[in-house]
């Protein structure tokens, strides 16, 4: 009885006990089957494509820049995009997309339940890691239409949470596609809508892009390589990768072979083959007019939004690439061609004389110490790092392993200086904790870093490639092969043998040139020339720093008259003048005395007409210890539109508070000095340059509109009296043979670097600057180097070009605003203004004729120089 008992006891504690596990196990059930409805039911019901969205896709809308005349003349989009309706898509891209991506896209609704077993399988039960994809074709439209949420920075689970919700939201939306459209249309609309990348967008574009063809005319393997890059486009890029990409165009080959009647014999042969990209063409968005400026007003136009906080209805960001705006810009083609051509004109004359200045001579050791040899192979180097060449190269030896150790890493920066880094790193193990390093590296990135160089078996092969490369590619760079170089001609290039290292020399031993034309009085930028050629040279001189020399003199000598009083009649010897250390005022460290441009002082008594003309620094460092300080002249500037405060990134003064500003020291941009002439132009009133002033979205509403800030930085009368002295010194025997009335200044700078023209007339203010990108890519005499002979010719060319079309809307017969009526007696010294008693022979035998100022150097030019250049040379005083 006892023993009966004990186990119906047990039984029943058992039952209890099992009972108790039943209820929980179906509440848990129940539980987790009403959290997945409500995560499947939360998930339907989140930011997903309404029916609406789906009847209608959006596709990106360009931008539209206009010139001041309302003519088009650029476009931003990221879209290069032809809409292929079903009917008329290419048989061997239907037939290559179906075999790969979903071959049983006839018989799902949008999910294939096959597909996924089969992937869920192989993943969870066989652990295969290359286990095919279970998407359908209306899925990975889906992927298209709603854009992934970015899963950088997220934990493990919350990585996961999210690619399951977002898996859901692609099925509901694959399903929502295939009750909305016909199985042909949506295969259409994934062939259109997909990125190919390398600007092509959509599979017409592409076959364009990569074959010079329609896509209507492809064949079956450049089909099967285009489908082929619908799994990874940058993985299966065949100009990166041509080897990833030659795989991945065979796996489709195969494939299509399987479930479709072609010809496998004819494509045995192809697979041997690398993909050839002989025909690719990349549309370029810097085709056409003003491409410098093109490229300038797409970073104005991002910083500006930000700026401005200019966002559209719903508080979104505006995207210049996709977002239809219309922006209308001051330029004005007529100027921007004849503003090209001057420069291209002159550039092609003054390059032949450089090649004929340098014959057998070497840029990068001549005239130059140690140091300075370092210094110019380092820039050599950098230049060829940055070669497309190179850059190719790097690709083809890197790319792999980085593209393997970002997917891991998140992306994480592995340029050439950071591998560099990471292997001196695996040298020296301390040096992780060096401060310039984690500033460098990133803190952020330390721990990832550390794990590649100390772990990741990725590491090796991304060093062995890298000592790799850096072994090969100066005997590929040494090796002359066929290539396109630049040529002033009108094409823009001409073929020529050469290694790459003589090309990347060739390029860069290409003096650059910039031209900026304001109107004075609207502010309003007319022509924009940032370089010689923009497909070659993508620098942009307009807004580069470079030491503008004595085109800053009519500053010095404007603060002068109308601060100090002094009469431009008045006259001061030519001797050299010295600040020293306790004037007061100027707190220079040491004494500072220089030299006139020839380093010869005449003893001659100059007026201020004179003074300027003939560019005499010892007139302007009187004028500085007349005037007791720089800061007035700092302050002059800054009225004039060139800040006295701005900075340096490392917190030095831009224009600093030292005498040697007044020779024009300081590096400023031809944007901030064609600014600041405005001041003259324009009656004493400085105006703001600026080159957008309109901007309307898509359906026409202004979102941006802008007027240039203006300020007189100078009195009438004084303003008068700089304009008449800028007059004199382009008239008479230095003429520029324009009806125009016009004046100007000319600047050279330290051995020749910079040479620079600064011109006003009533319409019009020009700037030029003229150089290397390398200040020792420069002539090697004040002869070829001057300003007046490097850039004051492109503003000459440019004016008579805009004068002899009567089209171009240039006024020629405008004059300068009217000065007040009493500044005649105020320079009242006509007989002075030219002609000093050494200079007056020279300068009536400078009577030069119109054709000498096209500067077509004779090859005994070094024997025998024209008179009229003679002069220049050999006269007390030159022009600078």
Known sequence: MVYMKFWEDTDHRTYTVLKKIAIVLWASIVAGLLIVLYFIMSTASGDLPSFADLENPNYDEASIIYDINGTPFGKYYIENREIIPYRQLSPFVIKSLLATEDIRFHRHSGIDFKALFRVAFKTILLQKESSGGGSTISQQLAKLLYKRKSLYGM????????????????????????????????????????????GAHGIQAAAQTYFGKNQNKLSLDQAALLVGMLKNPSLYNPIRFPENATIRRNVVL???????????LVHDSIKNKLVDMSLFVREAHDTGPAPY????????????????????ADGTDYNIYTDGLKIYTTIDLKYQKYAEQAVKDHMKSLQERYWKVWKNRNPWTYDSDSEQRKIRQASLNRKIKESERYLKLHDKYLSGTKLA?????????????????????????????????????????????????????????????????????PKI?????????????????????????????YHNQHLQASLLAVHPRTGHIKAWVGGPGFSYFKYDHVNSRRQVG???????????????????????????????????????????????????????????????????????????????????????????????????????????????????????????MAGAYTTFANDGIYTEPIFAYRIEDKSGRIIYSNAPETRRAINSLFNGVMVDMLKNNVGGGYGLGVKTPIGGKTGTTNDYADGWFMSITPELVTGVWVGGDDKWIRFLSLNDGQGFIMAR???????????ADSLSGYKSDTEFPTPPSDLLDFINCEKYKQKSVIEEQNVNKLNLREDQFDFQWEDEYETEKTDSLKIIDTKPDTII
């Open 155 to 198: 934990g493990k689970i919350r990585r996961s949470i999210t690619l399951l919700r977002t898996k859901i939201q692609e099925w509901i939306t694959a399903v929502k596609l295939e009750r909305s459209y016909t199985k042909e249309e949506i295969m259409a609309m994934y062939l259109n809508k997909f990125e190919f990348i390398n």
């Open 254 to 264: 195969n494939q299509t072979e399987k479930y479709f009647d072609v010809d496998s």
């Open 293 to 312: 400026f093109r490229s300038e007003l797409t970073k104005w136009l991002k910083t500006l939004f930000e700026k401005e906080d200019i966002k559209k």
């Open 405 to 473: 150790i970002q997917q891991v890493y998140d992306e994480i920066p592995l340029n050439e200086n950071v591998i560099k880094t990471l292997i001196d790193l695996e040298q020296d193990p301390k040096s992780w904790k060096n401060e310039e390093i984690i500033n460098y590296l990133g803190q952020k990135n330390i721990k990832p870093y550390k794990q590649i160089v100390q772990t990741d078996s990725l590491f090796l092969p991304l060093k062995s490639n890298y000592l790799k490369l850096q072994e090969d590619y």
């Open 477 to 505: 760079f040494a090796k002359p092969i066929q290539m396109e170089v630049f040529a002033y001609n009108e094409d823009n290039f001409e073929l020529k043998e050469m290694s790459p290292l003589d090309s990347v020399k």
């Open 550 to 672: 004595s085109t800053i003199k009519p500053f010095v000598y404007a603060t002068a008259i109308s601060l100090m009083g002094i009469s431009p009649c008045q006259s001061y010897e030519d001797i050299q003048y010295t600040i020293a250390p306790g004037d007061s005022g100027f707190n220079v460290l040491k004494e500072w005395s220089p030299s006139n441009a020839n380093g010869e002082f005449s003893r001659n008594m100059y007026n201020l007409y004179q003074g300027l003309l003939y560019s005499k620094n010892s007139i302007t460092v009187r004028l500085i210890k007349e005037m007791g300080n720089v800061d007035v002249i700092r302050e002059m500037l800054d009225n004039a539109g060139i800040s006295k405060t701005a900075t340096y990134p490392n917190g030095d003064l831009i224009v600093p508070n030292v005498p040697s500003i007044c020779l024009g020291s300081m590096d400023l941009t031809l944007h901030e």
């Open 793 to 803: 010719p492109i503003v000459q060319k440019f004016i008579q070009h805009l004068e």
